[in-house]
């Protein structure tokens, strides 16, 4: 089955600690992106990547960090910079449709709960 | 800049009622437009989108949707709701002139269906 996977879908950590979210993709997209998403607050957007080995910086990247290695993979870590880390993340990769618009689709997310 | 508001943040509709859902948005150049749905606990997944031609779009689940340009409005219609329909409802548009492939979420809609 083609589609997107993230893991864990729980996860606890102490506060001061880093942590990473992994996400996964088999849909062959060049792009991926990772959003968080608060209570009443829709989707706010991390990081995205448009292609291996290059990523950029998204609305919110303060007390993030990613790498992209390989086209499957775009791993999340949430660093103890970041002030109020509990939250739901999603991750997306993209396909690109022309004029400059990916298609998103979604993994089913990861809840972050920090103690 | 680009943006998007969904203007209801909660519809409540009985079960075999018909819905819409609100979208504006706001954007220079021929707009790429997206819906997307949330279960709780969820990631999202496309309904539908538009991209150019007929601008009535049909999508997955019996929604439609309906471009109108002299509106900034990209409405999403059911002409009966089920109760499985209790999602949140989220409206989009490609940030294309940015050629970055990202995505301009509303704050979302939730509905809630009366049985």
């Known amino acids: 089955d083609g589609g997107i996977t993230q893991s864990p879908k729980y996860l606890f950590r102490k506060e001061g600690q880093n942590v990473t979210l992994s996400c996964e993709q088999n849909?062959?997209?060049?792009?991926m992106y990772w959003y968080r998403q608060d209570p009443g607050q829709g989707l706010r957007l991390i990081y995205y990547?448009?292609?291996?080995?290059?990523?950029q910086k998204g609305d919110i990247a303060e007390g993030y960090s990613v790498s992209r290695e390989k086209k499957e993979s775009f791993p999340l870590t949430v660093t103890s910079a970041q002030k109020n880390p509990t939250a739901f993340y999603l991750c997306?990769?993209?396909?690109?449709?022309?004029?400059?618009?990916?298609?998103?689709?979604f993994g089913p997310g990861t809840r972050l709960t920090v103690l | 800049a680009q943006s998007v508001t969904q203007p209801d943040i909660h519809i409540t509709v009985s079960e075999g009622a018909s819905l819409e859902l609100r979208c504006n948005y706001s954007?220079?150049?021929?707009?790429?437009l997206f819906w997307y749905v949330q279960s709780p606990g969820q990631g999202l997944q496309l309904l539908l989108k538009?991209?150019?031609?007929?601008?009535l779009v049909q999508g997955i689940k019996g929604f439609e949707a309906e471009f109108k340009r002299s509106q900034s409005s990209f409405n999403l219609r059911k002409p009966s709701v089920h109760w499985s329909d209790a999602a949140e409802y989220f409206c989009?548009?490609?940030?294309?002139?940015?050629?970055?492939?990202?995505?301009?979420f509303g704050q979302g809609t939730t509905l809630q269906v009366k049985p």
């Open positions: 954007y220079g150049a021929t707009p790429y």
């Open positions: 989009a548009v490609g940030a294309g002139s940015s050629n970055t492939g990202k995505l301009i």
């Open positions: 538009y991209f150019s031609g007929d601008t």
């Open positions: 849909l062959n997209h060049d792009a």
């Open positions: 997306a990769s993209g396909k690109r449709e022309g004029h400059g618009t990916d298609t998103q689709y």
């Open positions: 990547s448009q292609i291996v080995n290059d990523f």
